[in-house]
């Protein structure tokens, strides 16, 4: 039950920072995602390490829509 309420966060961060305008700084937004859910779990689990990845993709996926502007 929790990786499930964790994966439905990790989409939800995702929407989010695909949808924001873009001068809201998607650092902090990760940021806050990243403390909710320590706060939620308590623990470090795989669906943690599976965010982290899915954020460097939308990081990177961020910084070339940046770069090509």
Known sequence: MR???YL???MMAEVVLTKLPEFT???IIVGVVWLVSLLH????????MLFLLKVKRIWVVTAKRHQAE
């Open 3 to 5: 990786f499930l309420s």
């Open 25 to 27: 700084d998607p650092v």
């Open 41 to 48: 779990l308590r623990q470090y689990t795989t669906a943690q």
């Open 8 to 10: 439905l966060l990790v």
